[in-house]
């Protein structure tokens, strides 16, 4: 079985600053790893993803995260937050050959003028 | 493409009501998934669906029924709502099981 902890369950950060969210991950079998955001009232949309090759892998709208075997962990970063990142993010893990998708608790960005 | 819809948005029960969860995808994915969001506990899965006829328990089965109506449908049954069950529930599908999953845009139950 595999567990996800999110270190920050609440991230304030003014705009154009960096953010750093936290995730590490236990499992005895390799995995796969996703990040997902989910604006306010709305569903969970997939942000990025390491499934195999270059540890480091980027979205579209800047953020970016590293895979890091022996520390367990992918956290998600990104050099300048706007407005429009305000939301909540679910780290998540699954084993390579398993349906099970398991979340961390959630870290929930709020950016500030 | 709609991606996964979910029918209704919001809905209010007392205890004691039934009422089923709609999850529709088009995308011609083989697996679905319902998931349920609690404030602090991230998404836990409750029912998983690989493909059109089978369906298995997730971590939080208890007080649910599920039917995969066909290869696009996958419904979640409430057969005797309790307070516990107030929650936003989601509907995910993938291509195949390992495969990544896509959400829809979930549904607030709140159970009086």
């Known amino acids: 079985a595999q567990s996800v902890t999110q270190l920050d369950s609440q991230v304030p950060v003014f705009e154009e600053a960096p953010v750093e969210l936290r995730c590490n991950y236990s499992s005895s079998v390799s995995v796969y790893l996703f990040w997902y955001v989910q604006y306010p009232n709305q569903g969970l949309q997939l942000l990025l993803k390491?499934?195999?090759?270059?540890?480091l892998v980027e979205s579209i709208n800047g953020f970016e995260a590293e895979f890091n075997k022996s520390q367990t962990s992918f956290h998600l970063r990104k050099p300048s937050v706007h407005i429009s990142d305000t939301a909540e993010y679910f780290c998540?893990?699954?084993?390579?050959?398993?349906?099970?998708?398991?979340f961390g608790a959630g870290t929930t960005v709020t950016v500030r003028a | 493409n709609a991606g996964v819809t979910q029918t209704p948005k919001f809905q209010v029960l007392k205890t004691g009501q039934s009422m089923t969860l709609q999850c529709a995808q088009d995308?011609?994915?083989?697996?679905m998934y319902w998931y349920r969001q609690d404030p602090g506990m991230g998404l836990r899965l409750i029912y998983y669906?690989?493909?059109?006829?089978?369906?298995d328990k997730g971590e939080v089965p208890n007080g649910y029924n599920v039917s995969r109506l066909n290869k696009r449908e996958f419904s979640l049954r409430l057969e005797s709502a309790a307070p516990s069950q107030t929650s936003v529930y989601f509907c995910?599908?993938?291509?195949?099981?390992?495969?990544?999953?896509?959400f829809g845009p979930g549904t607030r139950l709140l159970v009086l």
């Open positions: 995910a599908s993938s291509l195949t099981s390992v495969e990544t999953q896509y």
């Open positions: 998540a893990v699954r084993s390579r050959n398993d349906y099970k998708l398991s």
């Open positions: 390491y499934l195999s090759g270059s540890t």
């Open positions: 669906s690989a493909s059109e006829g089978t369906t």
């Open positions: 995308m011609n994915h083989n697996s």
